[in-house]
């Protein structure tokens, strides 16, 4: 049995999950999710206790069996707290600004770069740090990839975008001192 789909998820107050045949909804305070229910996977409700139940043993559904609950766990918990990420732009000249929904940096390119936020995400701007916020896992995750894959940090300066605490291994550079 998988280790992370056998164990259940409990359901806080203030949090309604109501479980479709081929969907689960989570809604709380800070807004509402949905999943759609993968095949060979059973979604049930008791109390305030959701567990999850695979059909067979067949690899196929150990592996849905682990990531409908996964899924699921990350949906109440966005509802609840919600999830953020924070990115550090770095470099001589590299500037973030925040205009309504658009992000306005210049990052060492001829022209100006606009990234547009999708809807349900918010960000902040403090300095040269960046804070992506919201309640879906998933799109959190994927908006701080797409910013940052618009200037990777590169190895012998370490200009570029990256996560806080992200590690940058730099190259000495053509005369193999270390400086």
């Known amino acids: ?5 056998k ?17 689960v909804t ?11 229910t993968l ?12 567990t999850i139940a695979r059909d067979n043993d067949e690899p196929v559904n150990r592996a849905r ?22 990115l550090v732009v770095t470099g001589v000249g ?18 100006e770069v606009v990234y547009r936020l999708p809807q349900g995400i918010q960000a902040t701007v403090e300095q040269n740090t960046i804070t992506i916020s919201g309640i879906d896992k998933q799109q959190v995750g994927q908006v701080a ?15 570029g975008i990256t996560y806080e605490g992200e590690r940058i291994i730099r190259k000495s550079g053509k005369s ?3 400086k």
């Open 1 to 5: 049995m998988s280790r992370v789909g």
């Open 7 to 23: 164990s259940p998820i409990t359901v806080p107050s203030g949090v309604n999950v109501t479980i479709e045949p081929s969907l």
């Open 26 to 36: 989570v809604e709380g305070a800070k807004g509402k999710l949905s999943q759609a």
């Open 39 to 50: 095949p060979g996977v059973t979604v049930s409700q008791a109390d305030n206790v959701v």
């Open 65 to 86: 069996h682990g990531l409908t609950r996964a899924l699921i766990n990350n949906m109440v918990v966005g509802v609840i707290s919600g999830f953020s990420k924070k």
């Open 94 to 111: 590299f500037r973030v600004a925040l205009a309504g929904q658009d992000l306005k940096m210049q990052l060492g390119f001829s022209h």
């Open 145 to 159: 990839a797409e910013i940052r894959a618009l200037k990777k940090p590169e190895p012998y300066k370490g200009k």
């Open 176 to 178: 193999g001192k270390e």
